[in-house]
């Protein structure tokens, strides 16, 4: 199982060393579980060297796909590799709806994240209205295939998927476990296509979207459900801890 804070754009730098120092010690054993925190960038040096012994991996939100250059306001794979980032998260549906990413710049910033051998948690979801018309899977698949297109992996764990249904991000309202269940399946089916059985069967699969320490443990219990990306409840050290516990069971 992985739990990944996503920290969004909340937290400065006092703020975020207070919040890592609470969950970096009330951790306890990494053993059987997998824990990420992806603070802002701003804050990637500071929580790295807190983080650092604790088990915990840090993470970054958004990458850009060149390595250096003219492109003002970026942060690249290097970066974030010489900041001690393990994770980087792509996009997120945030990235997607706000910034404009596509998903074939999705695709591009992931190859070159494991080419710089950073784990890319690539994030799908669909938005309300295209679930209330059945279209769904459609969405999610196409999301897949084409964010996905043509990365290289030779172990399972060198990426990471996320499914976060857009209606269920920030607003309190979670997916079902039968609607988890059978969008973990689905997406499932999809990375054994892609990436063969030995390593698609395996490549975590997270649920993403209003995970709190009430309903982690029943999200986490649904077949193909790995862990969890956590937002709201990832700023409370109690909260994301408690969510630590729930995939720890
Ligand atoms: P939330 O966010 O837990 O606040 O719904 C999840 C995410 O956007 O990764």
């Given at each position: 199982m992985l739990v990944v804070g996503n920290w969004k754009m909340n937290l400065d730098l006092a703020a975020a060393r207070q919040l890592t120092s609470a969950i970096a010690s009330g951790i306890g054993s990494t053993d059987n579980v997998d824990v990420g925190v992806c603070p802002p960038f701003v804050d990637l040096d500071a929580?790295?060297?807190?983080?650092h012994g604790s088990g915990i991996r840090l993470g970054a939100q958004n990458m850009h796909e060149a390595d250096s250059?003219?492109?003002?306001?970026?942060?690249?794979?290097?970066?974030?590799?010489?900041?001690?980032?393990?994770?980087?998260?792509?996009?997120?549906?945030?990235?997607?709806?706000?910034?404009?990413?596509?998903?074939?710049?999705?695709?591009?910033?992931?190859?070159?994240?494991?080419?710089?051998?950073?784990v890319p948690i690539v994030c799908v979801g669909e938005s309300l209205p295209q679930r209330e018309a059945g279209d769904h899977e459609r969405v999610v698949e196409r999301q897949i295939q084409e964010s996905l297109a043509d990365i290289e992996i030779s172990d399972a764990s060198?990426?990471?998927?996320?499914?976060?249904?857009?209606?269920?991000?920030?607003?309190?309202?979670?997916?079902?476990?039968?609607?988890?269940?059978?969008?973990?399946?689905?997406?499932?089916?999809?990375?054994?296509?892609?990436?063969?059985?030995?390593?698609?069967s395996e490549i975590p699969i997270l649920y993403g979207g209003s995970v709190k320490p009430s309903n982690a443990e029943e999200l986490f219990a649904q077949p193909d459900v790995d862990g969890g990306l956590i937002g709201?409840?990832?700023?409370?050290?109690?909260?994301?801890?408690?969510?630590?516990?729930a995939a720890r069971r």
């Open positions: 929580v790295y060297a807190i983080l250059g003219a492109y003002t306001g970026e942060i690249s794979g290097p970066m974030l590799r010489a900041v001690g980032c393990h994770y980087v998260i792509l996009g997120h549906s945030e990235r997607r709806q706000f910034f404009g990413e596509t998903n074939d710049g999705v695709s591009r910033k992931a190859r070159k994240a494991r080419s710089h051998r950073l060198e990426l990471v998927v996320a499914y976060e249904p857009v209606w269920a991000i920030g607003t309190g309202k979670t997916a079902t476990p039968e609607q988890v269940a059978s969008m973990h399946g689905h997406i499932r089916r999809l990375l054994e296509h892609l990436f063969g059985r030995a390593i698609g709201g409840a990832a700023l409370k050290a109690e909260d994301f801890l408690a969510i630590v516990n």
